[in-house]
Every structure is written in structure tokens, then in C-alpha cells.
């Protein structure tokens, strides 16, 4: 069993910056996709980006690229995600997810695992 733990979330204005980090336990991630994914009131729970095993594969939707970035480190058990240029859209709550058989999809159905989630709001 995996438990992942977010954290980092807060209050920001517009074109600020913010670390959101994703520690696992229970269990090695080797192997495992790494993924987080945003939800806002109202709308359902979207794709942001992943990561694989060794970090040299990561995925962006088209809304945060150029802006935020997704890192692994191993040794820890975390994943993070630097969110820069902010902006009010951005806000949602944001959950860690991971699965090992997902092959980068973007559908957090065929993620397994999830954290409680952090919340982020971006103020204008």
C-alpha cells in the first residue's frame, strides 16, 4: 500500500510562486508514474502533469507548461512541483497521485493511489 502526503499549498498573488511537494511511504515508488492533478469548485478533477521512474519523462497539460515543473527525487520518496507566473485560474486543490501500470495516462481513474490534496488560491 502507498500513502502520499501533499503539502506546500497557500495563498499567493497573481505571478507568484509556489512548491507543492508529494512525500509516499508504505512502499518504494520503483517503477511507479508519479502524477498531480488540480480540482476546482464545481469542475472536475484535471491532469496537470506526470513524471515517470527516472524523471527523463514528464507531461504538461497545455494550460501550465512553460510554467510549472514537475521533479522527482528517489532517495526521498517525493515528487514536487514548482508552480511560477501564477495565476488566478490556477486555483483548485491539487493531489499527488501515483500508479504503476498507467503509462503516463492523464485519466486519474487509472491512478490507484492519492493524497488528501492541498489547497492553492491564487489571488488578482
Known amino acids: 500500500q502507498v500513502q502520499l502526503a501533499e503539502s506546500g499549498g497557500g495563498l499567493v498573488q497573481a505571478g507568484g510562486s509556489l512548491r507543492l511537494s508529494c512525500a509516499a511511504s508504505?512502499?518504494?515508488?520503483?517503477?511507479?508514474?508519479m502524477g498531480w492533478f488540480r480540482q476546482a469548485p464545481g469542475k472536475e478533477r484535471e491532469f496537470v502533469t506526470i513524471i515517470n521512474w527516472s524523471g527523463g519523462n514528464t507531461a504538461y497539460a497545455d494550460s501550465v507548461k512553460g510554467r510549472f515543473t514537475i521533479s522527482r527525487d528517489n532517495a526521498k520518496n517525493t515528487v514536487y512541483l514548482q508552480m511560477n507566473s501564477l495565476k488566478p485560474g490556477d486555483t483548485a486543490i491539487y493531489y499527488c497521485?501515483?500508479?504503476?501500470?498507467?503509462?503516463?495516462?492523464?485519466?486519474?481513474?487509472?491512478?490507484?493511489?492519492w493524497g488528501q490534496g492541498t489547497q492553492v488560491t491564487v489571488s488578482s
Open positions: 508504505g512502499r518504494t515508488l520503483s517503477g511507479y508514474y
Open positions: 497521485a501515483a500508479g504503476a501500470y498507467t503509462a503516463g495516462s492523464r485519466r486519474p481513474n487509472e491512478y490507484p493511489y
